[in-house]
């Protein structure tokens, strides 16, 4: 009369697991970054885990800025929750004002290019809400008449482009682009320019220089690349890095 039992116990003991498998939450690394043995950094790191790793959610919910998970060789620990974007259509690092990103496709697009991440200074301070996306809108002067070709060129090589959005994608915008940024999308093309900035150089080697063009301003476009948040400055949204650019009718 035992064996029914046993056979019954084993038997959830397996649909349990096979739930728990599927229900796992698979989560990708968008830069190097320190796995810890604690949710904090007071303590030296445990490891490393690299960029373009996939890792899993050991819980749903961050702990105090960071995501318990488990790496491809089974080591347990903590990463910052800015260094990585959670896998099905979830997203990574909501905010109270966080829009909804729009994912209709729009035909003609190739994908974003992952290798110009290689090429974003200070990548951390980007928050990944969604890793390729394609956005229409009109190219408007983001510099009042100084720049012939409407972008600032910063300092780290990159442009600061304004895109004013077709109405589908005006969701997009948070309240910094609202306050800080005329109401439009910031689009940032990395290596666009001549780095300045000491510690920028290095993102930006002499040996790389991007086919990105900017098209005049006023030109109706289609914009593809990674949807984020800056957490500097008015936090607002951008497309950063682009990885395509076209002229649209």
Known sequence: MRFPCVRAAIGTMCLLISFCSLEAQQATIIHG????????????????????????LLAPKPKTGFYHVKTVDGTEGWVGVKYLTIESGAVAHPTPASPNPATTPVAGSTGCDESLWNHVYNPQ??????????????IVDATAGKQTDGVRHEADGDTHGWLKLDPQFTNLLNAGNMSAEGGNLVFEIVCKFPVTQADAKATCPLTYHTSVQIPVV??????????????????????HPVTSIEVIQ
């Not at 796995?35 to 007071?42: A, H, Q, Y």
């Not at 006023?218 to 497309?239: A, C, F, L, P, R």
């Open 125 to 138: 301070r980007l928050i990944v809400k969604q890793k390729c996306i394609t956005v229409t809108g009109t």
């Open 33 to 56: 970054v320190s796995l810890r043995g604690d949710p904090s950094t007071k303590d030296p790191p445990i490891g490393h885990v690299q960029r373009n790793s996939t890792v899993t």
């Open 218 to 239: 006023g030109s109706h476009v289609s914009v593809v690349g990674s949807y984020v948040q800056d957490t500097n400055h008015s936090k607002w949204m951008e497309i």
